[in-house]
C-alpha cells in the first residue's frame, strides 16, 4: 500500500470537519507534523502515551483525534509530554475539535442519531443538535443514555463503562437537545430552543440546580461517553475519504476515571 502525504491526510479531515467551524478558542489542525507519509491512520479521542504507544505497534504514520494534543501554548517539553513522544516516534498528529463537533455528520449528529432525534437542528453556537425524540421520562433517558453509548466505549480495567447522573424535571421529554464533552453550562440555550431535557457530558452541581429550576431535565453521561462513539466511527470515514489508508479505531483510548 503506498503511504499518502499527511497534508492529503488533513485535508481529508478539513472536508469532514471544516476548519471555520471551530469556536476561536480551540486549536484544532496538524498539531504535530512529522513530514512523513503514512500507510495506516489511528483515530482516537485523545492522544495518550497508551494510544501513541498503540500507533507504534500498529504501523500508524498519524494519528487523528478529536481533542487538541496541543492545546495551551507550549513553554517546555520533556519525554512525558505527548507532543515530545508524537515527535519521537515519528507519528504526526491531526486534532478536529470544537469544528468536528460542529460539523454535519460529526460528534453531536452521531449523538442525536443515537437517541433518535428526528428534524435535528443546531443550537449552541452550531455545535449542539436539538430535536424531537419519542416520548420518554429523564430516568430512562439516562437508562438508555447508560446501555446506548456504552455498546461504543472501550471496555473499562474496573466498573461499569458509562456512568450516568440526571436531574430529572418530572416531565416526558418530546424535544431533546444533545452536546457532547462539557456542556452542562449551555443550559438556558437548550432551553431557549425549546428542549425539555439536555444531555450532555458534564454538568456542575449549580447547573443541575438551574436546569431543575427553569423545568429543564439534565442527563450528564460522562464527557468520554459522549464523544468515543464519534471518534470510533471517524476511522470509517476516513478510510472512505482516502481509500488508499488503513484506518483503525484506537482500543486503549479508555475513560481516564475509575468509577466504584
Avoid at 443546531?122 to 456504552?150: H, I, K, S
Wanted: charged share 20%; with cysteine.
Amino acid at each position: 500500500m503506498e503511504p499518502v502525504a499527511i497534508q492529503t491526510i488533513y485535508e481529508a479531515m478539513a472536508r469532514i470537519a471544516p476548519p471555520e467551524l471551530a469556536e476561536s478558542w480551540d486549536n484544532p489542525g496538524l498539531l504535530v507534523d512529522c513530514g512523513k507519509p503514512a500507510a495506516r491512520a489511528l483515530t482516537a479521542l485523545d492522544i495518550t502515551p497508551a494510544v501513541v504507544e498503540e500507533a507504534k505497534a500498529l504501523g500508524c504514520g498519524v494519528i487523528v483525534a478529536h481533542h487538541p494534543v496541543i492545546f495551551s501554548p507550549l513553554k517546555r517539553m520533556d519525554r512525558r509530554d505527548v507532543p515530545f513522544l508524537l515527535a519521537e516516534a515519528g507519528i504526526s498528529a491531526i486534532c478536529m475539535h470544537t469544528n468536528f463537533d460542529a460539523a454535519e455528520g460529526g460528534v453531536n449528529d452521531i449523538l442525536a442519531d443515537l437517541f433518535g432525534m428526528r428534524e435535528a437542528a443546531p443550537f449552541a453556537g452550531g455545535c449542539g443538535r436539538v430535536g424531537a425524540v419519542d416520548p420518554v421520562t429523564v430516568p430512562a433517558l439516562a437508562a438508555l443514555a447508560q446501555e446506548r453509548l456504552g455498546a461504543f466505549c472501550v471496555p473499562p480495567l474496573a466498573g461499569p463503562a458509562v456512568q450516568v447522573k440526571y436531574a430529572d424535571n418530572g416531565r416526558p421529554v418530546r424535544r431533546l437537545a444533545v452536546i457532547s464533552g462539557s456542556g452542562g453550562s449551555l443550559f438556558a440555550e437548550a432551553l431557549a430552543a425549546g428542549a425539555d431535557c439536555l444531555l450532555t457530558g458534564e454538568a456542575s452541581h449549580h447547573a443541575a440546580i438551574d436546569a431543575a429550576r427553569l423545568g429543564l431535565g439534565l442527563v450528564a453521561a460522562g464527557h468520554y461517553a459522549t464523544e468515543y462513539p464519534a471518534a470510533a466511527a471517524l476511522a470509517a470515514r476516513l478510510q472512505d475519504e482516502v481509500p488508499g489508508l488503513a484506518v483503525f479505531a484506537s482500543r486503549e483510548n479508555r475513560d481516564p476515571f475509575t468509577y466504584l
